[in-house]
């Protein structure tokens, strides 16, 4: 909470300065420049100094998608911008979901009565490599060098994604080349389910919000090796991944409101780690599983699996890990 407001009292700040700096100028430059003005050349440096201010705005917002509080309100921006598009397409749709989730919602206990089975995500297609069976017997093999276990994609430390893997049939088209992430361009089904779970949080008065969502291989890679750079390789791995291990390429996950440890004991985030699982999504990096996972403890991460194995993982708030169920790892071979 006081990271949102402290973040929007530094943007807001930033937003008057991009114009008090260039009007600043331009009324020195009227009240003490006596001979000749050019006040056509003037404007145009005001106007040059305007942009300026406003693009470091931008390549900040391009290049420090991981610093927080700032991407949070960057990027909920951006987010909430695009849905918007979206939403009026489906205005009548929506209007029949929101009626929907309003009366299986139980307001008193913050609890969502959500009947819904959310399917699983179908497998891309392509030729089965089988790679035999994990410690726990589910059957192991890759699709275009993707790696599944049990029909579930993976994405870790120690199963890759080729660097050329795009997720088709996502809700806006994701794109490969893409140098900044995109918080709608999640798989449809996911998407689908992630809209149900913000209009019932919406409907107690919760609000959640995509702040990172789909990363190319490109843009993981910017943000890793730029990590590397600031914290040194070993601290960045704890938290960053390297390009091909992240899940955010998978279109299948996404990172949810403030992207800091504070975001658990937020109302959203209680509710979220509640109730994310009616909706078939998972918290992938749960507390203390960090040996498992390969990650600390990201309240923020979520990631769709359908509710069939969601509710499992679940496990009545004792998260399970998708590592520790599968019987894979999650560990860098150097
Ligand atoms: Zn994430």
């Given at each position: 909470m006081q990271n949102n407001m402290l973040v929007t009292v530094i943007s807001t700040g930033y937003f008057i300065l991009c114009f008090l700096i260039p009007l600043g100028y331009l009324f020195l430059f009227a009240r003490y420049k006596?001979?000749?003005?050019n006040y056509g050349r003037a404007f145009i440096i005001a106007l040059i100094m305007f942009l300026i201010l406003f693009g470091i705005k931008e390549v900040v917002k391009e290049n420090f998608l991981n610093v927080k509080p700032l991407n949070c309100y960057l990027n909920k921006v951006c987010e909430e911008k695009e849905d918007e598009d979206k939403m009026d397409e489906n205005k009548s749709e929506k209007a029949t979901k929101t009626t929907t989730s309003s009366s299986t919602t139980?307001?008193?206990?913050?609890v969502v009565k959500n009947e819904k089975t959310y399917e699983k995500v179908k497998e891309i297609s392509g030729t089965k490599t089988d790679k035999g069976k994990t410690s726990k017997g589910y059957s192991i093999y890759e699709i275009n060098g993707v790696t599944f276990v049990d029909g579930y994609l993976i994405a870790n430390k120690s199963y890759f994604l080729p660097e050329s893997y795009v997720p088709d049939n996502t809700y806006t088209k994701a794109d490969g080349n893409a140098a900044k992430q995109c918080p709608t361009c999640i798989e449809n089904t996911a998407y689908q389910a992630f809209k149900d779970m913000k209009a019932d949080a919406a409907a107690l008065g919760l609000n959640i919000y995509i702040s990172s969502g789909f990363r190319s291989y490109i843009t993981q890679s910017n943000i890793y090796n730029r990590n590397v750079t600031n914290n040194g390789q070993e601290k960045a791995d704890t938290y960053s991944a390297r390009p091909g291990s992240s899940e955010h390429q998978t279109g299948l996950c996404f990172d949810l409101n403030?992207?800091?440890?504070?975001f658990a004991n937020t109302s959203e985030g209680k509710w979220v780690n509640q109730n994310a699982h009616k909706y078939g999504?998972?918290?992938?990096?749960?507390?203390?599983?960090t040996e498992e996972?390969?990650?600390?403890?990201?309240?923020w991460h979520l990631r769709y699996v359908g509710t069939e194995l969601a509710e499992k993982l679940y496990n009545n708030g004792n998260w399970l890990t998708i590592e520790d169920y599968f019987g894979i790892t999650s560990e860098y071979s150097e």
């Open positions: 006596s001979k000749k003005k139980t307001t008193t206990s913050k403030t992207i800091d440890s504070s999504y998972i918290i992938r990096y749960p507390k203390g599983k996972t390969g990650y600390i403890y990201e309240p």
